[in-house]
Structures are given as C-alpha cells and as structure tokens.
C-alpha cells in the first residue's frame, strides 16, 4: 500500500529513558514533517525535513532530534523523556498542491 | 503568528446538514484544507481549496472560500452517524510548507 506508516503505534515508557518513533513514507514526496497533538487535540509542527535537510524547526526542546537517513524516512529521537512530552505524535509528508498525508500516529505515554 | 480559528463543537441529526466554520489570519495562505480525525485515528485528507477559488464541491461536501473576510466553510449534506469526528481546517505557509491547524471542530451526529 501507497501510505505513510509509523512505528510504534503505542509507546509506553518511564520518565527519564530514551525513545525513537520512526516514519516512512513510499508516496515519493521529498518533505517530511512531525507534528505534536496534545490531549486537547491540538496540533502543531515541531520539524519538517526536505529531502534529507532541516526546514523547520519549531521551538521544541533539544531533548527532541529528528534524523532523516534518507527522504523516505523521518525519525524522532527523545531523550530524558519527560511526562509532558506525552502525546501523540503524527509525521506527515507532503503531496504536490501542499496537502499533507498522515501516518497514523504514535500515542507516546511517559509514567 | 497566523491563526486559525474554530468552534469546538457542533451537534446535528442524522439527515441534516452540518456546516463546520473556520477563520484564518494568514492573508498569504495558497491552498486551506479540511482534515477529519476519527477517535484512536490519524488524519484523513478530506479536501482542499486552492485561494483563487470560491467554492469547491466534492461529493456530500461543499467547501466555501471568502478570501475577503479569510472565512472557510465545509458543508456536509445528509450527515451521517459515520461522519461523527473532529474536523480541523488548516491553512499552508507556502514559504515553510507547514500547517496551521485549528483546534477542530467535533461534529456529533444524533440518529
């Protein structure tokens, strides 16, 4: 299937340990984003990627590092996880009019 | 920053219309989405309107542009039970390629 796919879909963790979610996308599409919705559903960007190089990088602490192996591939990288960062983080990549398509999402639930 | 803006709820009966309303402040917006987020799921593209147009008709959904008053609707006709969801529009900043979302509308459809 044509998709953006993310893993895991649920992530359960301590406060305090180190946490990777990773994304790819098979839609060829060369920008690649990550985007936080909190409990009340708001969402917001926290980076974009164009083929392999940082766009946007939103204020978002540096405990927070994307890496992007490639242009298919959007990771996120926590460390020191703390209970505020949990949410559900969604990575996104973007068609030719804009339109951004969505992974399912990654519920992250720090204890 | 740019801003966009949404009612939280709305509640219609099954047959009925439902019109989902949204402001934006960003006057350099190019294309505004329409987003649907069922619970537990990621975010469906439903569609989106380029700003040189007015209006967009696709299917059960009409999307309404007033560049002027920078007003975007979604018009749903005979609702369904399976259209109970949040809706959240979002505006594009061409120059970041970024979303603005809104906080999403949820739309809740009675039998």
Redesign the interface.
């Known amino acids: 299937d044509t998709a953006v796919s993310q893993t895991p879909k649920y992530l359960v963790t301590q406060m305090g340990n180190d946490k990777s979610i990773k994304c790819e996308q098979n839609l060829g599409h060369d920008?690649m984003?990550w985007y936080k919705q909190d409990s009340?559903?708001?969402?917001?960007?926290m980076f974009?990627y164009?083929n392999k190089e940082l766009?946007?990088n939103e204020t978002v602490p540096n405990r927070f590092s994307p890496k992007s192996p490639d242009k298919a591939h959007l990771n996120l990288h926590i460390n020191s996880l703390e209970l505020g960062d949990s949410a559900v983080y969604?990575c996104a990549s973007?068609g030719p009019?804009?339109?951004?398509?969505?992974?399912?999402?990654t519920r992250l639930t720090v204890l | 920053g740019e801003d966009v803006e949404q009612s939280l709820f709305l509640s219609v009966r099954e047959g009925d219309s439902s019109v989902i309303n949204c402001t934006y402040t960003d006057s350099s917006s190019?294309?505004l989405?329409w987003?649907k987020?069922e619970p537990g799921?990621?975010?469906?593209?439903l569609t989106?309107i380029?700003s040189n147009m007015d209006m967009k008709q696709d299917q059960r959904l009409t999307v309404l542009l007033n560049k002027k008053d920078k007003h975007l609707s979604l018009r749903i006709a005979d609702t369904q039970t399976g259209d109970s969801a949040?809706y959240?529009c979002a505006d594009?900043d061409?120059g970041?390629?970024?979303?603005?979302?809104g906080?999403?509308t949820r739309l809740q459809v009675q039998p």
């Open positions: 920008t984003y009340k559903k708001f969402l917001k960007i974009s164009n766009i946007i969604f973007t009019h804009h339109e951004q398509f969505f992974g399912p999402g | 190019t294309y989405y987003y987020q799921a990621g975010l469906q593209l989106y380029f949040i959240f594009s061409t970041r390629r970024a979303l603005t979302f906080s999403g």
